[in-house]
């Protein structure tokens, strides 16, 4: 009869047949009453299999008149389902074809929200691949802008060059843009992680305030700092805080003109640490405070583009901190009415005084005298790369490969050696692999330079050999850090 009426059917025997057409595609299950197990342990999964989370198999269910349903256990769980229907016999044809057209097609749209899931996580997968490659291709030229930047600026006698600062300042808009980018990518997959230690807030935002803020630090506000609170300690990571704190300050610099005023409170409300960041700048509409968080939204586009920036900071900001399980707010007036992001960030116990330990100063560490190699098929990437090294007092020889690099080791023997990952024939990997098997190649200091860094990036290159894997365009202070030490860890 169904056959007659255009519907395809297939006969189960048995609950095994039964899944087994379920898992090829069925449009829905036509059950008779009769046919349902009357042991109480059996479930919807043991019957019709499981569903993934797309799916609800509409299922209707042939009932018989005056039937006690009490009697029949997994009857009274299975009706609670929203895909089930019954019908008691006897039914009217016209009825159980209708009820059977519309099961069907109810779960065509079910497969037709798959496949747009599908589609929608491929489309993620090749955006996020796209961000990676795109990073990777920018950070190239960033490195050879940056280095040949502090290669100038150690070498000229006036230290304080405008030009090589704008320049300066640029690079490091740029280099924030793709990080941003990047970050957001990886909120967004769950793939960040964070390294949280003790952390004294006031002291975290007062350092960003007075430092860290290139957009503040350049800016001619009025601006001030206000805690009440000598210390307030907190759990967190340090580096994504410094994110949070900068992005909100920059933003504030960003839309205020030099004329206003910018200040940041840190205080205590309860069992939190609050820092509101407050200006006078252009404010933000009414309509914009509910999506002022949304990644690619700001609230004056004319301006954002004469200032920078493609409106990612306060979506990873409100991202971060929601990942240290505080709040964001954003308040405003209106247009033209100033500011307001509060910050809240759960509190923790202060330490111990006695388990401090004394802060080293940096400025006291001077870098030593070592052998470093540089290992770039870029040439030019490569030339400034050393240049830059050897600023810090370095000895430096730069090879253009993996095969070069084994022929110079034994006779050069550099104790430290930097290694791009993507390079033609022999790889960063490979290369990595081969020098930890040459005489004395285990006590190498080795890490990678390269544009990639995706946390899976870290995590091969790790599996590979190397101790550290720094992303281009390496920072100075990261430098400073790994040449003031004798014996790098």
């Known amino acids: 009869m169904l056959k007659q009426s255009g519907l395809s059917c297939y006969v189960c025997s048995n609950q095994e047949e039964l899944r087994r057409e379920i898992a090829k595609g069925a449009g829905c299950v036509l059950m008779a009453e009769e046919a349902l197990p ?39 769980t299975i009706e609670k389902r929203p895909s089930i229907g019954f019908i008691e016999r006897p039914t009217q044809k016209r009825s159980l074809i209708s009820a059977l ?78 990080d941003d980018l990047l970050e957001v990518s990886r909120i967004s997959r769950g793939k960040l992680e964070l390294h949280k230690e003790r952390v004294d807030l006031v002291a975290l935002v007062r350092e960003v305030f007075e430092k860290g803020a290139d957009k503040l630090q350049g800016g001619k506000h009025r601006k001030q700092f206000y805690a009440p609170s000598t210390e307030l ?36 409300d309860g069992r939190s640490a609050v820092v509101i960041v407050k200006d006078t700048g252009v404010g933000i509409p009414p309509e914009m405070i509910t999506r002022i968080f949304d990644i690619f939204t700001q609230v004056d586009r004319n301006l954002g583009r004469a200032q920078g920036g493609i409106g990612v900071g306060l979506s990873l900001t409100r991202s971060l901190v929601t990942l240290h399980g505080g ?29 401090v330990e004394p802060a080293q100063d940096t400025n006291e560490r001077r870098a030593s005298q070592t052998k470093l190699l540089v290992v770039d098929d870029d040439h030019l990437v490569g030339k400034l790369t050393g240049e830059l090294i050897a600023s810090f007092g370095m000895e430096v020889r730069v090879v253009p490969g993996g095969a070069e690099a ?18 033609p024939g022999m790889d960063g990997y490979e290369t990595v692999r081969r020098i930890r098997q040459l005489p004395g190649g285990d006590s190498l200091f080795i890490a990678a330079l390269s544009g990639w860094g995706q946390a899976e990036d870290f995590e091969r290159s790790a599996q590979a050999g190397f101790d550290r894997h720094f992303v281009k ?17």
């Open 473 to 489: 365009p390496i920072k100075i202070s990261e430098l400073e850090n790994l040449f003031a030490s004798e014996l790098p860890a």
């Open 233 to 268: 300690f907190i759990e967190g990571d340090p580096i994504r805080l410094g994110q949070v704190f900068s992005n909100l300050l920059n933003n504030a610099a960003k839309y205020t003109a030099d004329v206003g005023a910018i200040d940041v409170t840190v205080t205590q």
């Open 101 to 178: 057209k519309n099961a069907i097609e109810a779960r065509r749209l079910q497969y037709a929200i798959r496949d747009a899931l599908d589609a929608l996580q491929t489309a993620n997968r090749r955006k996020d691949e796209f961000l990676a490659v795109l990073a990777h291709e920018l950070r190239n030229p960033l490195a050879v802008i940056s280095a040949a930047i502090h290669i100038k600026k150690r070498r000229s006698a006036d230290r304080d060059d405008d030009m090589l600062s704008a320049i300066e300042r640029q690079t490091q808009q740029l280099t924030r843009i793709v």
């Open 327 to 355: 709040t964001i707010e954003a308040r405003s007036g209106g247009a033209d009415k100033g500011s307001e992001f509060i910050v809240r960030l759960p509190l923790s116990e202060a330490p111990d005084a006695s388990n």
């Open 406 to 423: 084994l022929e110079v080791i034994p006779n050069f023997q550099p104790r430290i050696v930097f290694v791009d990952l993507g390079m």
């Open 38 to 76: 009357h042991n109480r342990a059996v479930t919807w999964d043991d019957l019709f299999g499981p569903e993934p989370a797309w799916s609800q198999l509409p299922v209707v269910l042939l009932l018989a008149r005056g039937h006690a349903q009490k009697e029949l256990a997994l009857l009274r």
